[in-house]
T-cell receptor
Framework: KAGVTQTPRYLIKTRGQQVTLSCSPI?????VSWYQQTPGQGLQFLFE???????NKGNFPGRFSGRQFSNSRSEMNVSTLELGDSALYLC?????????????FGPGTRLTVL | TQLLEQSPQFLSIQEGENLTVYCNSS?????LQWYRQEPGEGPVLLVT?????EVKKLKRLTFQFGDARKDSSLHITAAQPGDTGLYLC??????????FGKGTKLSVIP
């Protein structure tokens, strides 16, 4: 099975712009989660989608949003970018019946905000 | 919000040495996961521990879940350069959400 794929791998934006990141989960996985990883804060949960519905959301401002499509692919959007949004954004998928919510991660999108 | 504290933050050792990293919390967990993340990649699941006192072995890696299910440790025997990476512990934080520790960055010097 192919793993989780994320595009693009690298992105450079300027403050005030918006960005859309894409994630394709492992085939058959309907749960997709997004995380932000920074050296200072580590991995922080953004949100989780299942069958096109957001089931849980982390403690991030409304500038961070996401969606999931009927084929389980997911996108996240960050509007009005700030310098502090520079981070590695990781997408993870999980099997429907994963008993402990085990996550399978993609390689991430490295976002740099100038 | 339950916090996972990992120690040490950084560890640099020579090839062949043994090491232990720790993951502690004041909360009780139903399960705990360990991941390893290599530079430029996403974390990869190594193991899930579920039962208090449980010990799991994965080649040279030994994982232990504390009796009270509040802490866990990862012991590596005879470390190799290929073990270099960021080791993360994670636990359930409500429905459909994992909380991660900040990780232990391990460097194994040949």
């Amino acid at each position: 099975k192919a793993g989780v794929t994320q595009t693009p791998r690298y992105l450079i934006k300027t403050r005030g712009q918006q960005v859309t990141l894409s994630c394709s989960p492992i085939s058959g996985h309907r749960s997709v989660s997004w995380y932000q990883q920074t050296p200072g804060q580590g991995l922080q949960f953004l949100f989780e989608y299942f069958s096109e519905t957001q089931r849980n959301k982390g403690n991030f401002p409304g500038r961070f949003s996401g969606r999931q499509f009927s084929n389980s692919r997911s996108e996240m959007n960050v509007s009005t970018l700030e310098l502090g949004d520079s981070a590695l954004y990781l997408c993870a998928s999980s099997p429907d019946r994963a008993p402990y919510n085990e996550q399978f991660f993609g390689p991430g999108t490295r976002l740099t905000v100038l | 919000t339950q916090l996972l504290e990992q120690s040490p933050q950084f560890l640099s050792i020579q090839e062949g040495e043994n090491l232990t990293v720790y993951c502690n919390s004041s909360s009780v967990f139903s399960s705990l996961q360990w991941y390893r993340q290599e530079p430029g990649e996403g974390p990869v699941l190594l193991v899930t521990v579920v039962t208090g006192g449980e010990v799991k072995k994965l080649k040279r890696l030994t994982f232990q879940f504390g009796d009270a299910r509040k802490d866990s440790s990862l012991h590596i025997t005879a470390a190799q350069p290929g073990d270099t990476g960021l080791y993360l512990c994670a636990a359930g934080a409500g429905s459909y959400q994992l909380t991660f520790g900040k990780g232990t960055k391990l460097s194994v010097i040949p």
